[in-house]
């Protein structure tokens, strides 16, 4: 029913940046928010940043100032830019969504993408 596909994890150096995509797909009436989480190994999952449809945005501590989240709803994706690269952001990035289908009589339900590797070496 709804699908969302994670792309642009790889390895960099620390001080270094790169670009996460999430783009949803299947029978989509609106998305409520999406957002980014992320899980280092031995750790719980945890927030890393989300935004709504109307643009708000929320950060966790550890990635404001260095993380930027966007979205482009005409295509039901969305974005992180990732600067300044520490070690400790190692970890599975996961995108989430918050999804109504079919209709807006439909609950809105949360969905989850598969995570991409993010990995910074010191």
């Known amino acids: 029913q709804v699908q969302l596909v994670e792309s642009g994890g790889g390895l960099v150096q620390a001080g270094g940046s790169l670009r996460l995509s999430c783009a949803a797909s299947?029978?989509?009436?609106?998305?409520?928010?999406m957002g980014w989480y992320r899980q280092a190994p031995g750790k719980q999952r945890e927030l890393v940043a989300v935004?709504?449809?109307?643009?708000?945005?929320n950060y966790s501590d550890s990635v404001k100032g260095r993380f930027t989240i966007s979205r482009d709803n005409a295509k039901n994706t969305v974005f992180l830019l990732m600067i300044s690269l520490k070690p400790e952001d190692t970890a599975t990035y996961f995108c989430?969504?918050?999804?109504?289908?079919?209709?807006?009589?439909?609950?809105?339900?949360?969905?989850w993408g598969r995570g991409t590797q993010v990995a910074v070496s010191s």
């Open positions: 299947g029978s989509i009436f609106s998305i409520n928010a």
């Open positions: 935004i709504t449809s109307g643009g708000d945005t």
């Open positions: 989430n969504a918050q999804v109504r289908l079919y209709s807006a009589y439909t609950p809105p339900r949360n969905y």
